[in-house]
């Protein structure tokens, strides 16, 4: 094995990237082994501020007037294991935002009464580690190594806190769906190795160099379905989402789908590697993905609407959306990769914001029934408020980081694919908007339940603290979008070009 020393370019004093990655890592290995419960709390809370710290000089330090890859960090291991990792600036936007929920998760981790909450923090900073590694990578494998790891932490989660006796079935449906979607990853990236190989007489996996082969469209059309289902799986996407909403209702009520949806590493995947890889399959296919898109957005909103479980409902929300977001980034334009990426970013802290407010409802009532909940905003305003907020950024209301990025979407939308299916998107966010603000209704403003009669406790200052950190970045960023507009903006000229020739 040949291992040179690690070298990085001189824009950053250390190898950010590096750090980024191994810092929860070793944070999480102490917490796990070493923490004690009377400093436990301060030494998260510190980590945590720490990363967020890194991952702010990271965005400092970028220069978003370039297109090329940043920060370069590089040493040989194995062949097509080497390490090679670099950012641009949809990276930097995800690693802001990894730090930033991660650092909510371990907040709220602190807040509720959960058991073993030396090890649920641990396994949190070990998934946070698994993110950054994802968020960084320019080598596939290793980016479906890190995938698998991610996941299989998170139905780590999803298992041992789960809030539910019937939780073995949500369980094993996980794990089923992940494996499967891990297996197609795989395949799709030891094809794409071996095409390598085949033309160049070594195997790699690293982005820049698959970059520079040609495949046919017969091949790049099987690498594509196989990259595209193994990704789907984890974004979710219908009709491949069957999973999402049974662990939704038997898992736990907010750390591991806010780990596993706030956090949109699948579609990352296919505008960092995908779409870049296989032009000629994703133009080839581009309408039937957007037809399952289309159908995703109408059948996830009406089961929404009829479900009585509020874990339930926000599950297919979130089907429904991502339904949205495909085909904005399926319009395959520049205006619709801006788009694409700001909505995912939004749609992160926005369902952060609806899952983290479940869940201090549940640790409270005990119920996430929607007709044994109502009257909640006269007892918990602040709650309330959150999850309006929020609720209102997912459908992309004025004055949220959802209005810029659905614009901008169906912008894409009616000069890629015409009036008829974008005004079809757009009613299916007017039924979106239906069923979130009727939820608001039922559990914040009906009238007061017989199991709501008895006093609620009061939110804490952390919960407070919580809502309001949600709420202020929520409209911020909804505010003030522009920065982060500029960030990827020429990250995507190369993408763009590659598909248009032009901008909108």
């Known amino acids: 094995m040949n291992i040179t020393a690690i070298h990085w370019t001189s824009q950053a004093d250390y190898p950010v990237l590096l750090m980024l990655q191994i810092f929860p890592l070793a944070i999480a290995i102490l917490i796990y082994f070493f923490g004690g419960t009377k400093n436990i709390a301060g030494l998260s809370f510190l980590a945590s501020l720490i990363q967020l710290a890194q991952s702010i000089y990271l965005y400092l330090n970028y220069r978003p007037d370039l297109t090329a890859m940043q920060f370069t960090e590089h040493f040989n291991i194995i062949g097509a294991f080497d390490y090679h990792v670099a950012v641009d600036g949809i990276s930097v936007l995800m690693i802001m ?35 950054m590694s994802q968020f960084v990578t320019l080598n596939l494998l290793w980016f479906v190594l890190f995938s698998t790891f991610y996941l299989f932490l998170v139905g780590l989660i999803l298992w041992r806190w789960s809030t539910s006796a019937e939780s073995d079935t949500a369980i094993t449906r996980y794990f089923q769906f992940m494996s499967m979607g891990i297996l197609l990853l795989l395949a799709g990236v030891f094809l794409l190795g071996w095409n390598y190989a085949d033309t160049h007489g070594v195997w790699s996996f690293d982005l820049i160099d698959l970059s520079r082969q040609t495949l046919s469209l017969e091949m790049q059309s099987i690498i594509f379905f196989l990259l595209f289902y193994g990704l789907a799986i984890r974004i979710p996407l219908f009709p491949l ?42 133009m080839h296919w581009q309408q039937y993905v957007v037809a399952f898109a289309v159908t995703g957005i109408f059948y996830a909103a009406l089961l929404a609407l009829m479900q009585q479980n509020l874990r339930r409902l926000i ?24 788009g694409g990426i700001m909505l995912s970013v939004n749609f992160g802290i926005a369902i952060t914001g609806l899952l983290f407010t479940t869940g201090f409802i549940y640790w409270r009532t005990r119920t996430m029934l929607l007709d044994k909940l109502g009257g909640l905003f006269d007892q918990l305003p602040l709650f309330g408020i959150t999850f309006f907020i929020a609720g209102l950024s997912i459908i992309g209301m004025p004055g949220t980081p959802g209005f810029d990025s659905l614009h901008l979407i169906l912008e894409a939308s009616i ?36 199991l709501n009669r008895k006093e609620v406790k009061p939110a804490n200052l952390q919960e407070k603290l919580l809502s309001l950190t949600i709420i202020g970045i929520l409209l911020v960023v909804g505010f003030y979008s522009e920065p982060w507009m500029k960030l990827i903006d020429n990250s995507l000229r190369n993408l763009s070009h590659l598909y248009t020739g032009h901008f909108y």
């Open 97 to 131: 935002l990894t730090a930033v929920i991660s650092l909510m998760v371990a907040l709220y981790t602190h807040v509720i009464p959960v058991r073993n909450r030396n090890k649920l923090l641990a396994i949190g900073f070990a998934v946070e580690a698994a993110l």
């Open 241 to 282: 989402h069957g999973w999402l909403p049974i662990a939704a209702e038997h898992g736990t009520v907010a750390i591991a789908p806010v780990l596993l949806l706030g956090l949109k590493s699948g579609i990352y995947a296919l505008v960092h590697f995908v779409f870049p890889l296989l032009p000629d399959a994703v």
């Open 315 to 338: 599950a297919f929300a979130v089907v429904s959306h991502t339904s949205i977001l495909i085909i904005g980034l399926f319009s395959l334009s520049h205006t619709a990769f801006q």
């Open 415 to 450: 000069h890629r694919f015409g009036a008829l299916l974008t005004v079809a998107a757009a009613i299916g966010n007017v039924i979106a908007a239906g069923f979130l603000l009727w939820t608001f209704q039922r559990a914040f403003l009906s009238a007061t339940t017989e």
